[in-house]
């Protein structure tokens, strides 16, 4: 996805870093963190995929007067019927297959990243089963304000035809 | 701590749980941290009477964040040039996960001496739910 804007903050880094379970105070306290290596906060690996917060139009996201696909009064706020044959992962935008971050440097907050898509290729595989698997990669390189090249971020997604229980 | 060349050999591993019994709202904090809402994570009556899944299920960046914590804490911070993972089995309410990790190769890349290491995440049946790779930079 295109990312025009994508600040990096330090309580978000805070929030990212709980969310997966990690206490390492070098995400967390600035005092410990300049007295590091690294010389100030960073962010934890994985934490470019956040990003999608700063994707307008990101459809996994609730939106204000759109309806969203998820529970409410009924158990899906969208009514569609389900074709036959039609994979549960086609209504939730299937699944995550692989992700590889490659790290031009640490992020940190008072960046100031934007992300441009680059073309990724598709492929198709028989699943034994979850039937016929199609993938889609998705390259995204994120620069900083000063243009310089931070992260590269390759996703792989899937499409099943049935539903895969474990 | 990072890891320096002359104390890390190839075979070298280290184990770190790095999950106890996954609460369901860890998964929302993990919606609400990365933005990703998707209603198969979050929200149990659409996963199970619209998906058709058995329950709601774990983003697999959040395994791939909580597996991030063990490699960190192995290679130390800011560290990591590369790291990259499979998502092969699901992550349940409850589950408990173990990350192993192995030195593979030691080499240079661009002037600096790196290590490269292969990565398992296990659930507590011991099946495999992350496989992947890392590479990172080590002390002179």
Redesign the interface.
Known sequence: MAIERFPVEAS?IL??A?????T?P?YADAEYAAS???GGI?A???FG?????F?PN?F???KPGQPW???GKE??GIKREKKEGES?GA???G?????????HR?LRPGDVLRGTELPGTTWEKEGKRSGKLVFTENITEYRDQHGELVLTA?GVGVRTER???? | MALSTSQTKVGDTYREQVVDNLPRTQIVQYAGASGDYNPIHTDEIWATQVAGYPTVFAHGMLTMGLTGKALTNFVGDGRLTNYGVRFVRQVWPGDTLTTAIEVTALRSEGGQNVADVAITTTNQNGEAVLTGSATARLDP
């Open positions: 978000h929030m990212f709980r969310a997966v379970g990690d390492n070098i590091t290596e690294v960073i934890p690996p994985t995929q956040s990003s999608a917060q994707d990101y996994l996201r609730p696909f998820g529970s158990p899906s549960s209504a939730s935008g699944l995550h297959a692989e992700q590889h971050f490659t790290y640490q390759r539903v895969i229980e474990s």
